[in-house]
């Protein structure tokens, strides 16, 4: 049974900094892509980084040079270091599995003063 369980969500102020994980299980983790998706109330959900089995990453305009994606194969877990948040990258984050389609329960992180 495969599992995605995302953690490390939370309420920020701007310019704080927040580390999401997500940890998997019942699968070969590090032969995945893993991705890491947010959605705003209102809005399409939508990529905000990728990171493939050799460590090559993808990242979508809005987030370049604040936020960072990285993987721990030993530990089966992808994570995404957000820096800079601004109230605009309020939403419910998701970490999905990108070959198979799984994808997690989301955890929220809201960026507030």
């Known amino acids: 049974q495969v599992q995605l369980v995302e953690s490390g969500g939370g309420l920020v102020q701007p310019g704080g900094s927040l580390r999401l994980s997500c940890a998997a299980s019942g699968i070969r983790f590090s032969i995945y892509t893993m991705g890491w998706y947010r959605q705003a109330p209102g809005k399409q959900r939508e990529l905000v980084a990728r990171?493939?089995?050799?460590?090559?990453?993808v990242y979508a305009e809005s987030v370049k040079g604040r936020f960072t994606i990285s993987r721990d194969n030993a530990k089966n877990t992808v994570y995404l270091q957000m820096n800079s948040l601004k109230p605009e990258d309020t939403a419910v984050y998701y970490c999905?599995?990108?070959?198979?389609?799984?994808w997690g329960q989301g955890t929220q992180v809201t960026v507030s003063s």
């Open positions: 999905k599995e990108e070959f198979l389609g799984f």
């Open positions: 990171i493939g089995s050799s460590d090559s990453t």
